[in-house]
């Protein structure tokens, strides 16, 4: 429900920046951008006396957005991110065993908004930028990752329920809009969003008898490397 209501507050501002950076005739941009999605949050624990450990694998990363002036070097921006990112589950009693590690398709979905603070004009066909504001982000169980944590079980314990997790955030980043022709630019970007680890809905610690639990907490470092097209309007 917060991810809806955020995403119809992003289309609002989106409609309305547009409208008016339009009146004024300023520059505003929408993009597009695929690239590679790293998640690090390495944790180790114990279930029922069991020794795990938890990560993430590396995935992909698209984004689409747009940006819209405020005055000459600074914009809002806002854009809606999805990902993958696998967890991988280690129990460390059976490390012997080739089927020692279960993986889980976990799918995220991001939407941000930026302060964008960049050069007033591009220098040599190159307009640097720096990249600050908040995120709501959602990590949720694929169908298959959800069949996983029932069979064979998550942490050790078959029947566990997966739920979607949403995580307030913050991300900081930097890139470079490389001009092509007036209205098209490449854009290079590299962000650091960070939020608290994801538990998908499970308690840190038993509730009854061999009932799932994850217990873990810290910060998600989520590194995202992209690049893709702009397309400018305007001046």
Same mark, same amino acid.
């Given at each position: 429900?917060?991810?809806?209501?955020?995403?119809?507050?992003?289309?609002?501002?989106?409609?309305?920046?547009?409208?008016?950076?339009?009146?004024?005739?300023?520059?505003?941009?929408?993009?597009?951008?695929?690239?590679?999605?790293?998640?690090?949050?390495?944790?180790?624990?114990?279930?029922?006396?069991?020794?795990?450990?938890?990560?993430?694998?590396?995935?992909?990363?698209?984004?689409?957005?747009?940006?819209?002036?405020?005055?000459?070097?600074?914009?809002?921006?806002?854009?809606?991110?999805?990902?993958?990112?696998?967890?991988?589950?280690?129990?460390?009693?059976?490390?012997?065993?080739?089927?020692?590690?279960?993986?889980?398709?976990?799918?995220?979905?991001?939407?941000?908004?930026?302060?964008?603070?960049?050069?007033?004009?591009?220098?040599?066909?190159?307009?640097?930028?720096?990249?600050?504001?908040? *995120?709501?982000?959602?990590? =949720? $169980? @694929?169908? %298959?990752?959800?069949?996983? &944590?029932?069979?064979?079980?998550?942490?050790?314990? /078959?029947?566990?329920?997966?739920?979607?997790?949403?995580?307030?955030?913050?991300?900081?980043?930097?890139?470079?809009?490389?001009?092509?022709?007036?209205?098209?630019?490449?854009?290079?970007?590299?962000? *650091?969003?960070?939020?608290? =680890? $994801? @538990?998908? %809905?499970?308690?840190?610690? &038993?509730?009854?008898?061999?009932?799932?639990?994850? /217990?873990?907490?810290?910060?998600?470092?989520?590194?995202?490397?992209?690049?893709?097209?702009?397309?400018?309007?305007?001046?």
């Amino acid at each position: 429900m917060r991810i809806r209501r955020l995403f119809q507050g992003f289309v609002i501002v989106v409609l309305l920046g547009a409208g008016a950076a339009a009146l004024r005739a300023q520059d505003y941009r929408v993009f597009v951008e695929g690239g590679v999605s790293t998640l690090y949050d390495k944790r180790y624990y114990n279930v029922y006396g069991a020794a795990f450990g938890s990560t993430y694998r590396t995935g992909n990363n698209f984004t689409a957005g747009g940006e819209y002036p405020i005055f000459k070097t600074l914009s809002a921006e806002g854009s809606y991110s999805v990902f993958r990112n696998n967890l991988a589950v280690t129990n460390f009693i059976n490390s012997t065993t080739p089927n020692d590690e279960v993986g889980y398709g976990i799918r995220g979905q991001r939407i941000s908004i930026d302060a964008n603070a960049h050069s007033a004009k591009p220098i040599k066909g190159v307009r640097p930028y720096l990249v600050v504001g908040l *995120d709501l982000n959602r990590l =949720s $169980p @694929t169908s %298959g990752g959800s069949a996983r &944590a029932q069979n064979p079980g998550f942490n050790g314990v /078959p029947g566990t329920v997966l739920k979607s997790d949403d995580k307030l955030g913050y991300n900081f980043g930097f890139g470079f809009d490389l001009s092509l022709t007036h209205m098209l630019a490449v854009r290079l970007d590299a962000r *650091d969003h960070r939020f608290a =680890s $994801p @538990t998908y %809905g499970l308690p840190s610690s &038993a509730s009854s008898a061999f009932t799932a639990y994850f /217990p873990i907490k810290g910060t998600v470092n989520n590194l995202v490397y992209s690049a893709g097209i702009v397309i400018h309007f305007g001046k």
